[in-house]
């Protein structure tokens, strides 16, 4: 007698417990797997072949600790920076680019407290310790890093000192109005009422056409 083999084209109940490798009654058991090597399953049906890394090139210094960042500009265009103990070095199509190195403020304990923002051709890069800096792509072979500068900003808390502020005098640019005329200065609309001074007499109670 042939061996039958169904066709099973969903895998997202992942992989079942050996207990449950005979249970073709259940409901999940159709979209189940004995074992799942190398593969993700994914929530519409499918698998996919998991990601996986290779060695491209030795680190600057073996002996500290590095941190990898991607840099990714476009789905043609993308690096991945070795950040390691006072530089930062660029990776693209895997293998090094040149001989770039960028210098960096960042030491070997700070690497992993660093975070990063990205945005086209630019990376800030910012740690509670050192000023916000950020990293700029000209070129292939052309990378800076240099100091973000703020257009309004960063500002302290407010109030955390005893720090006060008195101001030598008080005052208003306009007086209280009396009349048209006193104390200073003249009020007047177009049609020459007599009583418009009332709008800068301070009381909340006075009026006027």
């Known amino acids: ?67 990898l960042i991607p840099f990714i500009f476009s789905a043609d265009q993308a690096y991945a920076l070795e950040f390691g103990d006072l530089y930062i070095r660029v990776y693209a199509y895997g293998a090094r680019v040149g001989t770039v190195e960028v210098a960096a403020p960042y030491l070997e304990a700070d690497l992993f407290d660093l975070q990063f923002v990205q945005s086209a051709d630019q990376m800030w890069i910012t740690h509670k310790d050192y000023p916000v800096k950020v990293l700029t792509r000209t070129a292939h072979t052309t990378w800076t890093l240099a100091d973000f500068v703020f257009l309004d900003g960063p500002y302290d808390k407010i109030n955390t000192t005893a720090t006060t502020l008195t101001p030598a005098a008080t005052g208003n640019a306009m007086p209280v109005m009396a009349s048209n005329t006193l104390p200073s200065g003249t009020v007047s609309n177009s049609n020459g009422s007599s009583d418009v001074w009332q709008a800068f007499g301070g009381d909340k109670q006075e009026g006027w056409t």
């Open 1 to 67: 007698m042939t061996t039958l083999y169904p066709v099973q084209d969903a895998f997202i109940r992942g992989e079942i417990s050996p207990r449950l490798h005979a249970r073709a009654s259940l409901e999940l058991y159709r979209a189940a797997l004995s074992k799942c090597t190398n593969f993700v399953t994914l929530p519409h049906g499918g698998i996919r072949k998991r990601g996986g890394t290779y060695f491209c090139a030795e680190v600057n210094n073996s002996s500290k600790a590095t941190r």
